[in-house]
């Protein structure tokens, strides 16, 4: 079993900047891939970023704007967020892809004046 825990969400103004966390703990064997995806209400949930032994990955909408890396040694993926716009309100929640997919429970980012 895997459990993902994500941290960092919250409220901020628009064009500020975020840091999303996500610690994966349990039975990871080499680098899966993981990333981030959201869901804003009554909309379905969409990719945001992913990284992997091919790269990184991000959607248009968020190109140039978040930035995706992660620390092997400690099992965790970060989401750098910055210029963040009101459209980028949602629940974010972090994805690991291995025998199966696993989820996080999301943390909430608003993005609010």
């Known amino acids: 079993q895997v459990q993902l825990v994500e941290s960092g969400g919250g409220l901020v103004q628009p064009g500020g900047s975020l840091r999303l966390s996500c610690a994966a703990s349990?039975?990871?064997?080499?680098?899966?891939?993981m990333g981030w995806y959201r869901q804003a209400p009554g909309k379905q949930r969409e990719l945001v970023a992913t990284?992997?032994?091919?790269?990184?990955n991000y959607a248009d909408s968020v190109k140039g704007r978040f930035a995706i890396s992660r620390d092997n040694a400690k099992n965790t993926v970060y989401l750098q967020m910055s210029g963040l716009k009101a459209e980028d309100t949602a629940v974010y929640y972090c994805n690991l892809k291995s025998s199966r997919d696993y989820w996080g429970r999301g943390t909430q980012v608003t993005v609010s004046s």
């Open positions: 990284i992997s032994s091919d790269g990184r």
């Open positions: 349990g039975s990871i064997f080499g680098y899966v891939p």
